[in-house]
């Protein structure tokens, strides 16, 4: 997992770098390049946001559906905790799309 996100991050980077070699003109790059970074920064903006909030929200609802499967007498005590766990973890994310639109 560790190797995954070392390669998410240096191909990011390779990218970002790539954007000023591909310039064709001074006046035109700079209009391209800004509105290209700030898709770029969109994109991966919502794209991380979306990611932690799926790996979170998952990982949330296994474990109270584990915990649910241990003691099924507990399952009043432990679904509603989760549910405002999961609202508040999709608030994150809807935050994240808000920025996303600001930022295009």
């Not at 390779?14 to 770029?40: C, K, N, Y």
Request: aromatic share 4%; proline share 3%; no cysteine.
């Amino acid at each position: 997992m560790k190797n995954i996100f070392k390669n998410i991050a240096l191909i990011m980077a390779g990218s970002m770098v790539a954007i000023p070699a591909f310039a064709q003109e001074a006046a035109a790059a700079a209009t391209m390049t800004d509105s290209g970074i700030r898709g770029l920064a969109a994109a991966i903006t919502i794209s991380v946001a979306a990611l932690g909030g799926a790996l979170a929200q998952g990982r949330a609802a296994s474990t109270a559906l584990d915990g649910i499967a241990r003691n099924p007498a507990a399952s009043g005590k432990i679904f509603t905790p989760m549910i405002i766990g999961l609202a508040l973890i999709e608030s994150l994310v809807i935050y994240a799309l808000i920025i996303a639109f600001q930022l295009v």
